[in-house]
């Protein structure tokens, strides 16, 4: 599949020198690869801006999508489809939003459920196409979310020895417990679990004394566990628990700490960079220091788990003496096999050169090389040279060098790779922003916000998006997580995770370049292999470019003619005449539907008619399988909890119910109903079980409209229920209910009183929908008999017709569609309304995900002051048309 993108021109400076024929043979060979590489196989890349990055349960979290194409990373013409999935503490699956795309840019929202579980979350968007290459390449998000109504139970857990010994760790450990105002939870007894991949391997139960405290020893199995964590069990009453997790420490011995000489290759007697990383199982980095075993040589490592030092290799075999800085732990590590001879590699940027300086050391026979220098597949250098006197040097402009990762390598005649090194290098090409203010940051007041974006002085357009935040509720200034330049300049272009990519990225300080070069030299570029530029072996494609909505499926013989299908036509029509498309299907009866374009859920109509079979056939749509159902878990080493959050949860629970159209729950104790209405006495005959625990009415939440399928609707709205989406499959455990014998703690599912599969549910489009009883008590569920004993979900249609139909080559059903954009709730304080005399004390002040700058690079923005913000801090991110990316933040006080 040929796929032509229109990418900026970039003027490429390619110098040749000493004319060698192996070389002149493998030289257009690489220029050939990268060239189809760009034109067949332009990668995409997605970013997630989120309005902030630390959310209570119940509360709305906003994004705006970002998708870029091409090694020049434009705004994407390719895929109009973004897949957003949203993961729990425990890396569940919550629920997924398909996001439409225009030129790139899209936007959504998750509301967090309300009765969820606390913990670090995470966000993965990605496009089918992105599959090809790697879920490497996927946009992944992280966010805290804490329980507001919370903190009565606050653990903290430190460790005086970890040590390892005969396939197990031992952990010494000290547990104090205390509640949000710093009680000591005197004398109450805690149950303590460690989990490894969500696996118990051990258990206790626990006593604190009268500070709050106690030390107990535990034991676990030695193994390299992408996750583990204790969790915390305390018993605030007989009926209601509190659970925290917190990460449990891995022993020295299973962190992966791995010494990387500068290129690749260390060489006897020839002073080489060696650089260092020091990482546990689950990402995070290893605080360590050492030594160079026979020699005076010491390091330590930075906050990322990197460090580096000189050595001149004295033999082909050296140690190293690893200690962790916390704990003590000592190891002995070997430091890769140094060669007897070859070359090794220095490059040095010097800040006030306009070059790069590459050193080539050593010997290597026969002595022709080949320096080849590149950005994202784009050549920026490449020079043919040989060794004089065991040395070649090599200058690359500056001039020539691309925002981004750059990696230089070295190649012997024959394009064999033996050196590498990654260099990161910014030009003079972000976005700048000027941000000017007017009306004072009070009550209430108007804010008017101008912004003006330029790029070197001149100015430019683009689409942006703009959050800006209560300071003393949620301060993006200290997060160094991702941003968009982390995202589409570093870790997009990189194996393997990094740290706290945001923080490279804070200012340009000399200790954030240095630090920056540590991740250069201790990871490599994935995108392609030097072997498959030489074999010009490029992606296996299994998914292709979707500007659209796919339906997929299958036509059988609905008989038992055993003649089998000929193959055909098939017809759609979805909705109501909102799109028509007609296909074909072969003898093997798969079909597919492409690029259709609808919000919400849609019905459709399919109609098939076989070359031979006419319209004897049945009509089956297939189910997609999500990409992922549950990634590792992330858990923090402390307790997930925000003071300042915590102050201003109830009322911004408050104004999200009326947001939501929630606020029509109320207490109706000593309320007495004299009459009921026809509806009401048809919903009696209609609900021949009674009336549910908790009912829903969609008719009356506003915005029900953007929800894709029922349990969207109920997800975070009844107290106990979880809800666990992976596309079209669905989880949902009912607490307080008992659980039926064997693994299942699916609830009953019922349709207008039949019994039916979350499956079918999934096709019901919650416009449809009348009403949802939610049966969770033991004594409702008990006229269920044992079917009710996980709970019951009964499900009430408006024209008690909402079901799948296949008959005659005909099926009709109900598919998701693209998610409804929801608009921000922005309040008017200028007029007076009822929904006005609410508190306001949002930590989200105003978000924008779609700011559109004019030509002169301009826009103005207009919001009201929440009661509480004294301070603002304004986050701007986006790019332009030509794929420049800038971000802003400023504090306003």
């Known amino acids: 599949m040929k796929i032509h993108l229109i990418l900026l021109t970039l003027i490429l400076s390619v110098t040749f020198l000493r004319p060698a024929s192996a070389q002149d043979e493998i030289i257009p060979q690489i220029q050939t690869f990268f060239d189809t590489y760009q034109k067949e196989f332009p990668v995409e890349k997605a970013y997630l801006h989120l309005d902030k990055s630390t959310y209570t349960l119940g509360e709305d979290l906003w994004f705006s999508a970002y998708l870029t194409a091409g090694s020049a990373q434009v705004p994407s013409p390719l895929s109009s489809t973004l897949y957003v999935d949203l993961f729990d503490g425990d890396g569940l699956l919550l629920e997924q939003k398909i996001v439409r795309l225009e030129k790139g840019r899209g936007s959504g929202d998750f509301v967090l459920p309300a009765f969820g579980k606390a913990g670090i979350y995470q966000i993965k968007a990605y496009t089918a ?26 653990p903290k857990i430190t460790f005086s020895k970890i040590s390892a010994s005969q396939g197990k760790v031992t952990y010494s450990s000290n547990l104090t417990a205390v509640d949000s105002k710093g009680n000591p939870l005197s004398g109450k007894t805690i149950d303590v679990k460690a989990l490894a991949e969500g696996e118990e391997v051990y258990s206790q139960e626990v006593t604190l004394n009268a500070d709050g405290e106690v030390n107990f020893t535990f034991s676990i199995p030695e193994k390299a566990n992408l996750s583990q964590y204790l969790e915390f069990t305390y018993f605030e009453s007989e009926n209601y628990a509190v659970t925290q997790k917190l990460r449990l420490p891995y022993s020295l011995t299973l962190a992966d700490i791995q010494f990387l000489p500068e290129g690749g290759h260390a060489v006897v007697d020839k002073k080489s960079n060696f650089a260092f990383r020091a990482l546990y199982p689950d990402g995070l980095p290893a605080a360590i220091s050492g030594s160079i075993l026979g020699s005076e040589v010491a390091f330590e490592s930075n906050f990322a788990g990197l460090g580096k030092f000189e050595l001149i290799p004295e033999g082909k075999s050296h140690q190293a003496k690893i200690i962790e800085k916390t704990t003590g732990q000592e190891v002995t590590v070997n430091l890769p096999e140094i060669d007897e001879s070859g070359l090794v590699m220095q490059v040095v940027n010097n800040p006030a050169a306009g070059y790069l300086t590459v050193f080539v050391q050593g010997d290597y026979n026969p002595n022709a090389l080949l320096l080849v220098s590149q950005t994202r597949g784009i050549i920026n250098y ?81 689409k942006y998006s703009v959050s800006v935040l209560d300071a003393d509720q949620v301060d993006p200034t200290q997060d160094t997580g991702g941003n968009i330049l982390s995202s589409l300049l570093l870790t997009s272009d990189l194996r393997g995770g990094i740290y706290q990519a945001g923080k490279y990225f804070s200012d340009s300080s000399q200790q954030n370049q240095e630090d920056l070069d540590l991740v250069m030299l201790t990871h490599g570029w994935r995108r392609f292999s030097w072997q498959d530029v030489m074999s010009s072996t490029f992606p296996k494609i299994d998914y292709f470019i979707e500007q659209g909505l796919n339906v997929e499926g299958q036509v059988t013989d609905s008989g038992d003619t055993k003649k089998g299908l000929a193959g055909g036509k098939i017809t759609a029509l979805v909705g109501e005449g909102i799109e028509m498309v007609t296909s074909e299907f072969g003898p093997n009866g798969r079909f597919l539907f492409k690029d259709l374009n609808y919000l919400d859920s849609a019905s459709l109509t399919i109609t098939a008619e076989d070359n031979r079979l006419k319209n004897f056939v049945d009509v089956e749509l297939d189910l997609p399988e999500p990409v992922f159902s549950n990634i590792p878990g992330k858990y923090s080493a402390s307790p997930l909890w925000s003071a300042d959050l915590a102050a201003t949860y109830e009322a911004r629970f408050r104004m999200n119910q009326l947001i939501n159209g929630q606020d029509k729950l109320m207490d109706l104790e000593g309320v007495t109903v004299e009459s009921t209405t026809i509806k009401e006495e048809e919903e009696q005959v209609r609900k021949v079980y009674g009336a549910g625990d908790v009912t829903l009415e969609p008719d009356k939440i506003p915005g029900s409209v953007g929800f894709n399928n029922i349990f969207e609707l109920i997800q975070g709205r009844v107290s106990g229920v979880q809800v666990s989406l992976a596309g079209p499959n669905v989880s949902i455990t009912i607490r307080g209910v008992g659980t039926l014998g064997g693994a299942s703690t699916e609830p009953l599912f019922l349709l207008d009183n039949v019994p039916t599969q979350a499956s079918t549910l999934f096709n019901v489009n919650p416009r449809d929908v009348e009403s949802i009883d939610v049966f969770k008590d033991p004594a409702s569920t008990s006229i269920f008999g044992v079917q009710g004993g996980n709970g019951v979900i009964a499900i009430y249609t408006k024209t008690g017709a909402a079901r799948e139909i296949s008959v005659g080559g005909t099926l009709v059903s109900r598919v998701g569609g693209y998610a409804v954009p929801r608009e921000f709730y922005l309040p008017k304080y200028d007029t007076k309304t009822v929904e006005n005399a609410m508190a306001d004390e949002r930590a989200t002040v105003y978000w924008n995900p779609l700011v559109t700058l004019d030509d002169n690079g301009e826009t103005n923005l207009e919001f009201f002051n929440t009661d509480l913000a004294k301070r603002l801090v304004i986050v701007v991110e986006g790019m332009d048309e030509s794929g420049r990316l800038g971000r802003l933040v400023r504090v306003l006080e």
């Open 129 to 154: 196409w992105m599959r090809n290459f790697g879920e490497e390449y996927f946009s992944t998000s992280i966010v805290n979310v804490i329980d507001g109504a919370g903190g009565s139970f606050l």
């Open 382 to 462: 490449m020079i043919k040279g040989v060794l004089s006197n065991g040395t070649w040097g090599v200058r690359i402009p500056k001039e020539n060098l691309i925002s981004g990762i750059n990696e230089i390598t070295v190649l012997s005649a024959d394009g064999t790779p033996l050196l590498q090194r990654l260099i990161y290098f910014q030009q003079d090409d972000l976005i700048d922003f000027e941000l000017s203010k007017s009306g004072n940051i009070s009550k209430r007041e108007k804010i008017n916000l101008s912004l003006v974006a330029s790029v070197s002085g001149a100015p430019t357009s683009g």
